[in-house]
């Protein structure tokens, strides 16, 4: 059977909190959304173990290069959050000063064992002698399309780009940021079709996948990224605006129209803790808005969960 055919599709009609105007902007709480997806993940191992007691739960691998703080705290909450849900996982962690060969050595023997249902290589690797892109992304690429629980192997990207795995229609892994998005905003019920969309940055990671997502919910997509110039024209005149270009604030209250949704992916700290790419008096004029922490990071881990258990049913 072909992994198209195995996979089971997660449950889009699940309850939905729909947007309302008001004279105080919508919080798009990703803590909610979140704890709504990872609910029906662990009910769905839960079931499946139950049907057939001979099958093992979902097992997460997860390689880390170096000591890098942030990964770290990242890997301890996908390690927490896979556990509460009732899979497994299996750090394995390399120092600093690990050769590429070795890496790439570790990576074969994670994709090649049949106990591993998904595997992630925590980016950015932490290593003496860094990397290039390029190295990076050819180890990356050796992670089978069928173990890829990040979704960036360029043959899921392509089911994606083609429309042929979307979040609603689960086929083949997807980018986990862009996937939480979209599942924060259908949570939400926020209308897409046929709106006015921006994308704040190109990444392969976020604003690449997000902007084909949205074009395949029947938004009207504009991207724009640190060479387009001024794009303060597109966003006055967006319904939804999707900032992840990284950069601390980018987006200002005159760059937007009143009643925008505003979806944050930046993270950045200052000294009153973490904030996002979008200014926090956008939020006075904004219809419903994610906020910096609590909104998409935490779609990000449940959907990297959700990846996993498509991957292992």
Not at 101 to 107: D, L
Not at 108 to 137: G, T
Request: charged fraction near 20%; glycine fraction near 8%; aromatic fraction near 4%.
């Amino acid at each position: 059977m072909c992994q198209h055919e195995s996979v089971r599709k997660l449950n889009f009609d699940r309850p939905t909190y729909a947007v309302i105007k008001s004279d105080m902007a919508q919080l798009l709480d990703g803590k909610k959304s979140a704890q709504n997806l990872l609910d029906e993940l662990k009910a769905t191992i839960s079931t499946t173990l139950a049907a057939d007691p001979s099958k093992e739960a979902p097992c997460l691998a997860i390689l880390q290069v170096g000591a890098n703080p942030a990964s770290a705290a990242y890997i301890r909450r996908k390690i927490k959050i896979a556990d509460e849900i009732g899979a497994s996982t299996k750090h394995i962690s390399l120092s600093s000063d690990t050769s590429e060969e070795e890496i790439r050595r570790q990576v074969k023997r994670l994709a090649e064992d049949s106990a591993v249902d998904a595997l992630i290589v925590q980016l950015p690797l932490d290593q003496k002698q860094v990397s290039s892109s390029k190295w990076v992304h050819e180890t990356l690429e050796m992670i089978p399309p069928v173990k890829d629980a990040d979704g960036l192997h360029t043959q899921n990207l392509g089911h994606l780009a083609a429309g042929s795995s979307t979040p609603s229609h689960w086929t083949a892994p997807l980018p986990a940021t862009a996937y939480g998005i979209m599942d924060l905003l259908n949570f939400y019920k926020v209308p897409l079709l046929g709106k006015r969309i921006l994308i704040l940055g190109k990444s392969r990671l976020v604003g690449m996948p997000t902007a084909q997502l949205l074009m395949h919910a029947g938004g009207t997509v504009s991207v724009a990224h640190s060479k387009s110039g001024d794009w303060s024209d597109l966003s006055r005149n967006a319904d939804v605006i999707v900032a992840a270009a990284g950069v601390k604030h980018l987006l200002k209250p005159e760059q937007i129209k009143e009643g925008v949704v505003l979806v944050d992916v930046g993270i950045h700290r200052d000294e009153d803790g973490l904030t996002g790419d979008i200014d926090h008096g956008c939020y006075e004029k904004a219809g419903s808005y994610s906020p910096v922490p609590g909104g998409v990071g935490q779609m990000t881990v449940a959907c990297l969960m959700a990846n996993l258990v498509n991957l292992w049913k």
